[in-house]
RNA sequence: GGGCGGGUAGCUUAGGUUGGUUGGAGCACCCGGCUGAUAACCGGGAGGUCGCCGGUUCAAAUCCGGCCUCGCCCA
């Protein structure tokens, strides 16, 4: 057994900062994973951050919950590795190179080198690796950063290679297409995220268009604000259930805006809510009729020669949609497939030709029309409308004002493009993505049903190619002559099926794996393969951790057979479809399993006004505010405590303040306040009996056994916030506040004693378990204590409770060579102690409500009602400053009683008719009506009262000074009462003085800071109307504050000792 | 526009699946007390139309419907 150190004035960051280097030293964090490597496997998948920005609050908080999980399934006995990782890949990332090196555009991209470019990036990801290290150990999140995976990583790209090579061989990868928000000029497509930085207000034509039935003499009127879609369009849509007119043209129009019109006797097709805002000429309804009547007709396309029809059978034809809706244009929705995402779904749908009459560049390609061939679209609008102009085509123009989306770096309107783009075809496996779901543990439940489970019920193909340059290449080559695709595996599939075996290179990133030309797999066929140019969603990459994070299968399937499926993973609810979804779409399609059992989805942490923390808007908290003042515990504890770890938490840097004050600095003294006896007492832990010690002490050990198995219970079920939080009510409340307050005079004893000795036994055991219990959560300032109390890290320790074997009891496991559990609970003496607590509280407002300092004493006080707890009678006494309290049976001597409606009962007995019977039962004298009750003679307001529809309270007579409270729950509840003795005498007027004077001395050495051990010289002068000082009482006076020579005057004092007043009368003193 | 979640005292929040007339707690504030007890502790006070409107009921923070508002995700 260790030698405790005498404990000092708690400094957290120093301590925090010391601790630090001792675990680095001793290896701590490696011992306690390495120790219980005979134990069950329990995995923790860590989701990777991205290092090239600067770690926040909020990351503090997702890790924090990371780290405590694995923590106490570690203490548990588990065997919990931790690897580390970092997400490096991304649009993000090149988003902040192109900004700092001005490279708006591919064009410039590939100018400034795309080597060069991938270099930057690679840089780029390690700006700010070193803060997140720093901000990682500081707030003793235990993860292997020295061995983490890298998504950047050859090892990993190639595992990721692999997983895709099997949803290809699987056929669930294919080429498609996506539309897109596309700037031309950049040669960008944008995300969601970007394109809302660019949305600007615009003013453009918009165009009313005739297309022509071919069997049919009329014309189907369409709208679209972009013209520049016109040639691509191959068919339109209407709602089924709408309601369309035929209309005829009967006359011209007051006036006439622009360019467009329509002749007398035209008929025109639109829905019939639409055609007031539309049509400008005077008109005759001739039909009207259901969108379903339209679906089938085919039309004359605008531009004949843009679009080959090929196979096409629904080319040029009406066809249905649900996405019409008349709240603008005419009720038909223009459709060009290419360049709008309904478009292109529906055209898939129907089978519409998908071909670009519009090239990479934002310019008309050859053959779409001799007149805007080769020219930027959106310079074309003016001409295509003077076009169908000509061809009387245009019923009108209108300019049309909306907010448009326009790219944030050149400001130019975005197109919407069906870009070529790889997919994994999600919806194939829909079925088993739910099944696997289902058995996934949600903490909270609502997201994995909820927002999970819904996205996954409307799941659509995974768009997993990006036109970029930075990340992991996609490994699908395509051969020149036939089109035979293959999907390299590994790095060794490239060198095996590879022309030049020289070009394959080591690094996997573009440009070099650009260079790689296959021979084709096909038979007979001669033909080179060319890799697709694409990168993969970087979402990909992580969504491959966990298995990836072993090079995994090529450097063996070992770790992976370990590891998989995971146990826990836990990260903030924006990963539901970012992380969550990733892993699970990898492992249901590659490996056709679930991916984790467990998963904690965490709130958004919110500044104090509730807005999202972000850099932009200035509100970030920087963690290092927070360890350098109050440290990572009280951060830790904070963020653990204020809420469950699924509600979004309001971070208020005051809280940290609090819970430093209140939790840790209590502790701290509790501990030291132990610890400082048990050095200068050479206290030594040993078999003590809990059965023989005191009362106070029994109760404690029952209290932490009651808090310890319920803290673990809230673990198991995710409810940190309620573990902790009763946790922090007994270390504050019933260690500090009550046990430690009844319990410094024990220790102050210098001769050894059995009650100091239980006292301090009791200390040791409930310090060192509530060090275990608290060790996951705040992990510093508790191995502080646990190691100077055991000699060991709480680390290392075991959890005191629930593991392993299932056991059910709190285990102290700190005495050398024993084994033992705390005395089991006692509930009866938790109640009875319960009682005695509330009573105290009784008897202070009773003083105050009285107006008698709580320093006179009184002379008696009887507990009247209750339970039995004559083992407190002195503890309460001294607590209360009463000479001697009894028990009194005689309920009447000081109260009455009070009837009080059960509205349960009574509401269902009397329903409408109960305020009447409320009035009643006010009204009635509570004695009478009592008796009555019990007699079963009650009659109120018509209704028969039985016992059980009153509740009976017991109040005060007037002239005691008494207090009572209701104690106990339901049927168990009784009124218990306290009453004191208000009368004062001359014998308790004296003790009343000497504590007076007591206290004033002890106040002046501890202003002095004298030592507590001093001797002093006293001299006391009573003044005029002062009471009398008893002898005994003196002498008390001198004991108490260790007074060698005491000297007792009456008169006033001179004008430089210190005085007060008690009862007006003015005391003096002075000391040296 | 769709999905999910939140709105309770100046601030942070508990409770809400099971309706019960008096909605708890902490911080801050005010008054008092206590202390060789710690940036502590104890007692008391003030502070709430439980987002709004309507419904069900003898009774609604709680159940139902609608609305407003904030957040996240997706369009």
Redesign the pocket.
């Given at each position: 057994m260790a030698s405790p150190k005498p404990a000092g004035?708690?400094?957290?960051v120093s301590l925090e900062e010391a601790l630090m280097t001792t675990w680095k030293r001793e290896q701590t964090f490696q011992q306690s994973i390495q120790m219980r490597h005979d134990g069950a496997p329990f995995i923790f998948l860590e989701g990777p951050p991205t290092a090239n920005g600067l770690p926040g609050i909020h990351h503090v908080a997702a890790r924090t919950y990371k780290d405590l999980v694995c923590r106490w399934k570690a203490m548990e006995g588990h065997f919990v590795e931790r690897k580390g990782g970092w997400d490096t890949h991304g649009l993000p990332v090149e988003i902040e190179v192109q900004k700092r090196l001005d490279l708006l555009s591919n064009e410039a991209i590939l100018e400034f080198g795309m080597k060069e470019f991938n270099d930057e990036c690679k840089k780029s990801v390690w700006t700010y690796e070193d803060a997140w290290r720093k901000m990682t150990e500081r707030m003793a999140f235990w993860v292997d950063l020295d061995d983490p995976y890298i998504t950047l990583h050859n090892e990993y790209i190639e595992s990721g290679w692999w997983a895709l090579k099997q949803m290809f061989d699987k056929g669930l990868l294919y080429k498609g297409h996506k539309v897109l928000p596309f700037c031309p000029q950049t040669g960008t497509s944008y995300s969601?995220?970007e394109v809302?930085l660019g949305y600007k207000e615009v003013e453009e034509p918009s165009v009313y268009l005739k297309f022509k039935l071919v069997d049919d003499d009329a014309a189907v009127l369409a709208w679209t604000t972009t013209p520049w879609t016109l040639p691509g369009n191959v068919g339109l849509a209407v709602g089924p259930e709408v309601t369309y007119a035929r209309i005829r043209i009967v006359a011209e129009p007051e006036g006439w805006d622009g360019r467009g019109g329509a002749a007398i006797g035209e008929e025109l097709i639109l829905a019939e809510d639409l055609l007031a805002e539309t049509l400008r000429h005077q008109i005759e309804i001739i039909d009207t009729f259901p969108g379903s009547e339209l679906v089938g007709k085919a039309y004359h396309p605008l531009f004949p020669d843009a679009v080959e029809r090929g196979d096409s059978e629904a080319a040029w034809t009406i066809v249905p949609a649900d996405f019409v809706t008349t709240t603008d244009g005419t009720g038909v929705v223009h459709t060009a497939v290419m360049y709008g995402?309904?478009d292109y779904i529906l055209g898939m749908e129907v089978g519409f030709p998908a071909q670009h009459t519009v090239d990479i560049d934002g310019r008309f390609i050859a053959g779409t029309h001799n007149s805007l061939d080769g020219r930027y679209v959106k310079d074309c609008d003016d001409d295509i409308i003077d076009l169908l102009h000509y061809d009387n085509l245009l019923y009108r123009e209108q300019m049309y004002t909306h907010d448009y989306p326009h790219c944030w770096r050149t400001g130019h309107p975005l197109l919407y493009y069906a870009m070529d783009s790889w997919f994994v075809r999600m919806t194939a496996v829909k079925e088993k993505l739910l099944e696997f779901n289902d058995q996934v543990e949600w903490a909270?439940e609502?997201?994995g049903?909820?927002?999970f489970?819904?996205?996954l019920r409307?799941v659509?193909d995974w768009a997993i190619s990006r036109e970029r340059f930075w990340g992991t290449p996609l490994p699908v080559w395509i051969c020149e002559e036939c089109g035979h695709q293959h999907c390299a595996g590994s790095r060794q599939d490239m060198l095996d099926t590879a022309i030049d075996a020289a070009v394959v290179p080591e690094d996997l990133h573009r440009p070099f794996v650009d260079d790689v030309r296959l021979h084709c797999q096909t038979d007979g066929c001669s033909g080179e393969m060319v890799r697709e140019p694409f990168v993969l969603d970087c979402w990909y990459d992580s969504g491959c951790a966990f298995f990836a994070q072993w090079h995994h299968p090529f450097a063996g399937t070992e770790k992976l057979d370990a590891n998989f499926p995971i146990d826990y993973i836990c990260e903030?609810?924006?990963?539901?479809?970012?992380w969550f979804y990733t892993l699970l779409a990898v492992s249901t399609t590659a490996f056709d399993s679930l991916c984790y059992k467990r998963c904690l989805s965490l709130?958004?942490i919110?500044d104090?006004?509730?807005?999202?923390m972000?850099k932009s808007k200035d509100n970030a908290i920087d963690p290092w505010d927070h360890f350098n003042?109050?440290g990572a515990d009280a951060t830790r504890w904070y963020m653990v405590t204020?809420?469950?770890p699924?509600?979004?938490?309001?971070f208020?840097p005051?809280?940290v303040?609090?819970t430093?004050?209140?939790m840790f600095?209590?502790?701290?003294?509790?501990y030291?306040?132990h610890v400082n006896y048990a050095v200068m007492d050479d206290f030594e832990p040993t078999d003590n009996s809990v059965a023989s010690r005191a009362p106070l002490d029994r109760w404690l050990l029952s209290r932490l056994n009651a808090v310890g198995l319920s803290l673990h219970d809230q673990f198991v079920g995710w409810d940190f916030?309620?573990a902790c939080r009763e946790l922090e009510?007994f270390v504050?409340?019933d260690l500090?506040?009550?046990y430690?307050?009844?319990s410094?005079r024990r220790l102050?004893d210098d001769a050894e004693s059995a009650d100091k000795l239980a006292c301090q036994h009791t200390l040791h055991e409930v310090l060192v378990t509530v060090c275990r219990l608290m060790a996951p959560v705040a992990p510093y300032m508790v191995d502080e204590i646990h190691r100077n109390l055991v000699g060991e890290s709480v680390h290392l320790a075991d959890w005191p409770a629930g593991t392993p074997g299932c056991r059910r009891d709190i285990q102290i496991l700190h005495i050398p060579g024993k084994v033992r559990g705390l005395p089991s609970r006692d509930e009866e003496l938790e109640e009875r102690m319960s009682l005695a607590r509330a009573l105290?509280?009784?008897g202070?407002?009773?003083?105050?409500?009285a107006?008698r300092?709580?320093?006179?004493p009184c002379q008696a006080g009887w507990l009247v009602g209750g339970l039995d707890i004559s083992e407190f009678h002195s503890l309460l006494a001294d607590e209360l400053?009463v000479e001697a309290l009894t028990t009194e049976d005689d309920l009447d001597r000081f109260q009455q009683i009070e009837l009080?409606?059960?509205?349960?009962a009574?509401?269902?007995k009397?329903?409408?008719?109960?305020?009447k019977v409320?009035e009643a039962l006010a009204a009635a004298d509570a004695d009478e009506t009592w008796a009555a009750i019990q007699a079963g003679k009650c009659e109120l307001a018509g209704f028969e009262i039985t016992p059980d529809d009153v509740e009976v309270?017991r109040v005060e007579k007037e002239g005691y000074a008494a207090a009572s409270i209701e104690f106990g729950e339901g049927e168990a509840a009784e009124t218990v009462s306290l009453v004191l003795d208000m009368s004062s005498t001359p014998d308790l007027l004296s003790k009343g003085l000497a504590?007076?004077i007591?206290?004033?001395?002890?106040?002046?050495?501890?202003n002095?800071?004298?030592?507590?051990?001093?001797r002093?010289s006293l001299t006391v002068w009573l003044g005029d109307g002062s009471p009398e000082l008893g002898d005994v009482d003196w002498e008390h006076v001198q004991t108490?504050?260790?007074t060698d020579v005491g000297v007792l005057l009456s008169g006033k004092g001179p004008e430089e000792a210190d005085s007060f007043t008690v009862d007006e009368a003015s005391i003096h003193f002075s000391f040296d």
């Open positions: 004035d708690l400094n957290p969601t995220h809302a995402e309904d909270p609502w997201v049903e909820g927002r489970g819904e996205w409307n659509k903030g609810v924006d990963q539901t479809r970012g709130g958004l919110l104090k006004q509730g807005k999202k972000s003042r109050e204020s809420g469950a699924w509600n979004p938490l309001k208020d005051a809280g303040r609090e430093y004050a209140k600095l209590t502790l701290w003294n509790v030291k306040f916030h309620k009510d504050v409340n500090s506040n009550w430690v307050r009844r410094r102050w105290a509280e009784a202070r407002r009773i003083r105050v409500d107006g300092r709580q320093r006179l400053n009080v409606p059960n509205w349960k009574l509401g269902a009397a329903r409408a008719d109960l305020p409320k309270r504590r007076d007591i206290r004033r001395v002890q106040q002046k050495r501890k002095l800071d004298l030592d507590i051990a001093a002093i108490e504050t260790r």
